[in-house]
Each structure stands twice: as structure tokens, then as C-alpha cells.
């Protein structure tokens, strides 16, 4: 499990593009049979991903995290990008397509994940926050994933968005977890922008065509700066910074959320006046 530490926003403003990439930049998430998990410290947000041709065991370092296994003291969220997969929760194995999602219950000891069709492999995204409670593993469906369509043509900002773990949904302790689709003609998302103190967030970037990229802007609302991002490729943003893209085509992202609140709404919005 990769570690990555908090960074101060007046550090960040010297940073040149490979530091920014090393600090903000998650790729290599979907490594056939090889999980990837990242261990940041806004807000202890775990960021994986799981891309099995044979069977895969979550297994980690108990240093890492003071605990005997991942959700011994965490929650965690799965949405499938790829193909069809298993996932095995403590025996009980919950079959998801793709765009389908998961909420694993803090105490669940041993979790596998595999492929109904190697040739075809799924990827599963992961994020896990601390938890102070056991809530039910359950499954999440499309349907259950209550479809917004915001944005507009004209400003090519049209979008759906589906909320998979969040207050008035499956319920968790602390992590909210989604996915917004962008329809084709349109690339920005998030924009007008904002932050919120609150609570930080991951950005997953995936639907991507080899060629097309993102450039995922960040930084404090008067000193942003932009990564570029790239198919199945994730971003880590910190509390203080904007979190807003604009790709070469169409793409999706899974946003995932930990922190003070679940509240969606809360949002500092930043006037378009005050971006520099």
C-alpha cells in the first residue's frame, strides 16, 4: 500500500508538473491481478483498484493501517468499470456488472474479487474511510442509482449524475461515493467551480478513448494550476482545492468523498470572477 501525505497549499504553489503528478496523481490503478491501494491522509481516504484475470485476495500490511485486515475499522465503496465481476464479501458473493456498485460493512474480514470473463476482466474501483459502526453490505444497481441530469449544450456541461452512497441512499459512516457521465458534445464538469473545507475528495477519470485525456484543474481557487489525466487514472483533492476538468471528448468519473460531513450540497462556491 502506497502512503501519501498531506500537502499545504502554498507547498503545492512550487510545485513543477512531475511533483504535482507524484503528489495528486493515482495511475496505474487496473494492473491485471496486481490491486493497487493508496493510503493518503486527507481525511485517511484509501484509493484502489482491482482489475482481476485470476482470482485476487485483498490482503495488506497491518502496519500501515494499525489493524489486522482493511475493514477490521473501515467502510468501503466498489463501483465495476469493466467487465462482469464477483465480488466475495466473507464468503457471499455479489455479482456486479458494469456501472454497478458495492457498500462493504465495517468487520468484513476477507474479500476476493474475480472475473466472469477473463478475456473481458472487471475493474473495480475502491474507496475506503474509517467507520464507527457495522452497516449492511448491500449491493447497488443502476436503478437504484437515482439518475440528475444537469449542464447544458451550450455551456458543454451536460451531465448525469448518479448518487451510489450517500445519506438518502445505502447508507455508510462517513464515505459518499458517485458517478457523473458526461453526454457527448460536452467535456467540463464541475464548473462553475468549488471547494469545501469539509471534506476531501477523489476524482476517477475513466470511458476514455486511448488518444483523449482530461486536464483536471486543482489548486486554491487564485492559484490553480492543472494535472493531465488519463484513461482509469484517479486525483486525489484536498479540501482547499477546486476539483473541476475539461477532457478532448466525453468521459465519466466516480467521485468519492470522506470527511467532517455527507452533506452534498455542502459546497463553498467560488464566483467565476475570483479564478486566476
Not at 458473493?93 to 454497478?100: I, K, M, S, T, V
Request: hydrophobic share 40%.
Amino acid at each position: 500500500m502506497e502512503v501519501r501525505h498531506p500537502i499545504h497549499p502554498e507547498h503545492m504553489m512550487m510545485f513543477d508538473t512531475s511533483e504535482l503528478r507524484e503528489h495528486f496523481l493515482v495511475p496505474e490503478l487496473f494492473t491485471p491481478d496486481e490491486p493497487k491501494l493508496v493510503y493518503c491522509f486527507y481525511d485517511r481516504l484509501i484509493v484502489g483498484g482491482v482489475c482481476p484475470i485470476n482470482p485476487v485476495t485483498l490482503d495488506i500490511d497491518p502496519k500501515v493501517i494499525g489493524a489486522k485486515y482493511l475493514l477490521e475499522r473501515r467502510e468501503l465503496g466498489i463501483i465495476n468499470i469493466g467487465g462482469d465481476g464477483l465480488v466475495v464479501a466473507d464468503g457471499v458473493e455479489y455479482n456486479l456488472a458494469n456501472g454497478e456498485g458495492l457498500y462493504v460493512s465495517m468487520g468484513t474480514s476477507a474479500l476476493e474479487f474475480r472475473s466472469v470473463d477473463s478475456s473481458n476482466p472487471a475493474r473495480f474501483y475502491l474507496n475506503s474511510a474509517p467507520a464507527h459502526a457495522a452497516l449492511p453490505t448491500t449491493k447497488i444497481s443502476l436503478a437504484d442509482a437515482e439518475p440528475v441530469t444537469l449542464g447544458d449544450p451550450a455551456t458543454s456541461n451536460k451531465r448525469t449524475i448518479r448518487k451510489y452512497i450517500h445519506p438518502n441512499g445505502v447508507k455508510s459512516c462517513q464515505l459518499v461515493m458517485g458517478m457523473t457521465m458526461l453526454e457527448q458534445g460536452s467535456v467540463w464538469n464541475t464548473m462553475p467551480v468549488h471547494t469545501h473545507q469539509r471534506r476531501m475528495e477523489a476524482y476517477l477519470y475513466f470511458n476514455m478513448k486511448e488518444d483523449d485525456l482530461v486536464f483536471h484543474f486543482m489548486g486554491e481557487p487564485d492559484e490553480t494550476r492543472h494535472i493531465v489525466v488519463r484513461e482509469g487514472q484517479a486525483v486525489l483533492s484536498p479540501s482547499w482545492s477546486i476539483h473541476s476538468g475539461a477532457g478532448t471528448a466525453s468521459y465519466s468519473f466516480i467521485w468519492g468523498m470522506a470527511g467532517e460531513n455527507q452533506d452534498f450540497g455542502d459546497m463553498d462556491h467560488v464566483p467565476m470572477s475570483q479564478l486566476r
